[in-house]
């Protein structure tokens, strides 16, 4: 029988392929399989888009094994659960055929990814690579040359509004609001009420070509849309 391949799990940074690490970008240059996610069949996966130029360079490049697996944006657990699983088979069929898996992920994978739930599954079974990527919020930081957090400033990163938001806002000094795409007027009213002295600026498709700094939240928001709050209290 053959020996079991190993799963890499890459992050690919947030969007420009010179953020790749060396790391990546060697990996990618030599797996014979590749997982690139998507969130819909009529979309093009992001991450695929990121890494693309590594992968053309390579000179098997049309051997190569792109999988594509779907991943939709929805909230019900059940219904994640079983795609999380059926992800999680497709990649130990590879991985049980002696072929090493790349399962590429937006960012770094250790910050709200996919790839951390079909991880999960694959854990003890098989043997597991992680390579960090950077992620989405520093890189947004660096779009406006700015530090994210100074000498005792606790950060507090934030994907969805709940009942939490107002004891948060207070002991925060740096706040990155993800997935900013879903954050609703409501998140806004309660962040701008706050008296502290603030400094707020979104970022959408960070390190991207399209890339856009704008100055408080952004009224359209695509998914590629971060929020940061710098509380000036002195
Ligand atoms: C599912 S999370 C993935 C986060 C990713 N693992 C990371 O480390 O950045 C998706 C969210 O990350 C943020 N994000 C990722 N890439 C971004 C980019 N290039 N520009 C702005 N925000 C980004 C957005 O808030 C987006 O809704």
Redesign the pocket.
């Known amino acids: 029988m053959a020996e079991k391949g190993k799963l890499y799990g890459i992050?690919v940074g947030?969007?420009d392929t010179e953020l790749l690490t060396l790391k990546a970008a060697r990996i990618l240059k030599t797996v014979p399989v590749v997982f690139t996610p998507k969130s819909a069949k009529e979309k093009e996966s992001?991450a695929l888009s990121i890494v693309r130029p590594v992968l053309e360079e390579r000179k098997d490049y049309k051997r190569l094994m792109l999988v594509t697996p779907i991943f939709p944006m929805i909230e019900d657990k059940e219904e994640l659960e079983k795609i999380w699983t059926s992800a999680s088979e497709m990649i130990a069929q590879y991985l049980d055929s002696g072929r090493d898996v790349a399962f590429i992920?937006?960012?770094?994978?250790?910050?709200?990814?996919?790839y951390s739930y079909l991880q999960k599954k694959l854990k003890g079974k098989y043997e597991i690579e992680t390579v960090p990527?950077?992620?989405?919020?520093t890189?947004?930081a660096a779009a406006r040359n700015e530090a994210l957090v100074e000498q005792n400033d606790v950060l507090t990163v934030v994907?969805k509004i709940d009942d939490r938001l107002e004891q948060i806002l207070e002991y925060s000094d740096s706040v990155v609001?993800?997935?900013?795409?879903?954050n609703t007027s409501q998140l806004e009213q309660i962040i701008e009420e706050k008296e502290r002295p603030k400094d707020i600026y979104s970022?959408?498709?960070?390190?991207?070509e399209n890339?856009k700094v704008i100055e408080g939240f952004s009224n359209e928001k695509p998914?590629?849309?971060?929020t940061i709050i710098k509380f000036k209290d002195d």
């Open positions: 992050g947030p969007g992001i992920t937006l960012g770094d994978p250790s910050v709200f990814s996919t990527g950077i992620t989405s919020f890189a947004c994907p609001l993800m997935k900013a795409s879903r970022v959408q498709n960070c390190t991207r890339e998914y590629l849309t971060t």
